[in-house]
């Protein structure tokens, strides 16, 4: 999968970068708005990650560009800006989805895949990953053919691991991504563990292996080992 | 309460104490005219009977001893009064049963010992009549006339204020965070038409700043919330496990840049804060030439590094009456600038004129207007690590203390001059 980072922090951008490249995709990335124009017209991505407030010009520009030459990329936009004019303008426009800075990298990922899965459904509607399947559009999770029930929580953050295999993630990430920012903090800590005993303890029962491990002092991450 | 209802109130109430006065004053009036009247009459009776006394005696006072008005009493030995005597009196009519004022005359005729007490009447009924009709009448019009002009007063109030009505209907649904200039209310008085001006005027400035404010918070979350985004995502990729350590410790540095650049960002807009508050006092003596020197010399490494050379002319000294850390803020960030911008083997030429400093230095050509760099958050080049912050520090510390100052680009030589006003 191919993705055009459109980024002017040149350090926001290579830890996007290096990450994406890290989940597999191919990442390119561009701090100019004349330079991703030009980029956007000559090679086909599968997805557009663009910031609005750009040196030379306005990301939402590259939005409209992209629809009016009736690109099949998904387009997601990162922002400061988050008032809710900007939003509004900016789905209305055709973006996918709208991130307002800052975000936690497996949250950009997280939205990047829906994307991704809305744009090309081949292939995507199914994930599996060892014994495990999930399938998203009808919030199931089957273990060996067989269903397992989880809570809508426990789904979302069973979910969210798996589409951030490999990768860390922190509490806060976790904790923001289930309940939102305004969460407090130290409540949904606690949450958390006993979302993930439990799922644990429903993948074990299906003989399904303990696939979510947790770091020390950091979170939790999902590994096939 | 509405104006016109107050207005109509106080009208009311001035015209009721007005027409009472007049009133009581005409009735009064009236009745002294008529009492002169009937007074005069009685002292030409009373000169007539006494004539006539004179001339045929007793006789001519049995002749008039019927007549109805007048009243001889009997004969008195002595004089019974010395004057005559006007009074008001009241009596019952002949015919009808109710008492009707008189005025009466009293006087004394006759000689020697054989005085005549005789008086005199004359009826006040017709004219008291007259008197009222005649008040009732002139009360009548008045009354009529008051009735007239409250009504005009509130139909010609209400017409006056129409445009002063639609004027508040308009501002009360006027939006000033929309793009639309306050409408005009179509109005041929001054007043209003001069309020409408105000308004319209008073609204463009509150829109003007309006959009600054919303420009500024925009500019200010972008260049706040964007190292907050690259610290946080530095440092989630830096506790990922399959990260050698080599990469995670370039991932720490930049969260740390990053975190640098937000302080720096902080303070300069707490500096700017304060400016705008006037929290500098304790003004001092400040001569411009030393203090120059002053921050060029702290300054020595940078300029060592970029190898500029730099030439000051002192033509004049200057010396100001200000704050110190606001003139070093201010001086520290145009020479830093001259620095900064500046080519490596550039040059800086400093000249303290009369009340004026110039910065001339070589750099890099720029194309746009340079009067937008004192803008917040406006970069030469938009992608440099630099705030944006420092010029528009230095155009508030001038507004704040009444400096001029000038940004202009020719070619590739930068020029500043600053304008101080005149020392007395």
Known sequence: MNILLVEDDTGLSSSIREFLVGQGYV??????YSDADLKARLYQYDCFVVDITLPDGNGLDIVQTLKRNESPAGILIISARDSLNDKVKGLELGADDYLTKPFHLAELNARIKAILRRRFQGGFDRIEEGVLTIIPDTREVLVAEESISLTPKEFDLLLFLVNNQGHVLSKETIAEHLWGSFMDQADSFEFIYYHIKNIRKKLNNSQAGNYIQTVYGVGYTFRIS | MKLLTRSSIYFSVFFIIILLLSGTGLFYLLRTLVYEEVDEYLVLEKQFIQDRYEEQGLEFL???RDSQNIMISDVFSVLPCTTDVLQDTFLVLPHEDELAPFRQLSFAVGTDSTYYFITI??????????????????????????????????????????????LLTTMKFYDFRSEVVFPEVPTKIDEFRDLNTHLTNLTGKLKQEYQLVKRFTEDASHEMQTPVAAIITNLEMSFQETVPEERRRNYIAEAYRSANTLSRLHSALATLTRLENGEFEDNIHIDIPDKVRQILKSMQDLIDAKKIAIETVENASISIWINESIIDLMLRNLLQNAIKHNVPNGSIWISFEKNLLKIENTGKPYTGDPERLFGRFRKAIDSSPSLGLGLSIVQQICHLENFTITYSVEEALHTIILTFPSMK
């Open chain 2, 62 to 64: 049995d002749r008039i």
């Open chain 1, 27 to 32: 990442c390119e990335t561009t701090a100019q």
């Open chain 2, 121 to 166: 009447r004359k009826s006040l009924f017709e004219t008291e009549d007259l008197v009222e009709s005649i008040s009732i009448a002139i009360g009548f019009t008045i009354l009529c006339s008051f009735i007239l002009l409250v009504l005009l007063n509130v139909y010609g109030q209400s017409i006056l204020w129409k445009p002063f009505r639609e």
